[in-house]
């Protein structure tokens, strides 16, 4: 049920929104979930998946969560599971503090950041952090970017509105540092990805 979820979600999501899903629904709801049949699965069967989530990945357990009302809403729209037989996962996590996701905020901050990005060994990892530091680009975003996307002569990348959250061409201008880093990674990486 929740590969015939994600593929029917497919049709609407970017390709990020899609991969986060389905690494969700892979690794933590199949995993503890598979066997349990959609039809009579019951709020005290899900609850503590969902606490085991949030004891180590809170944003986590209620995207799981999220995802998961979303599969059994499309169990009963498809006729596998009866309408009147709703569980009740809202505030089934524990609560957290959700704030904002830690950023460097301080400029005595951001050289140990560099020092830290500068001293990674792996040349493709190092780049994709740089970008993601230079770009304000996500990093998924940035992982699975098609070369046709950066156009270095006129110092602009033009990410494809399918692969955007909001479905909107995103055009991002790039520094000098950012064109030596892909003119870096291209000789690393040729013409893929």
Known sequence: MAQRWLDFKRK???DETYRKAEFVVREYLNLALRYKPISTLATPEVKPVLEAIASHAPNRATKARQFFAGIVTYAVQNGLREDGAALTLRGG??????GQIPAITTLGDIAPLALAIDAYKSPITRAALELTMLTGLHPGVIAAVPWDEANLKTAEWHVEAERMKMRHDHIVPLPKQAIAVLNELQSLTGKGH
Do not use: F, Q, S, T
């Not at 996590?93 to 959700?98: Q, T």
């Open 93 to 98: 996590e524990p609560r957290h503090d959700k």
């Open 12 to 14: 609407e999501w970017a």
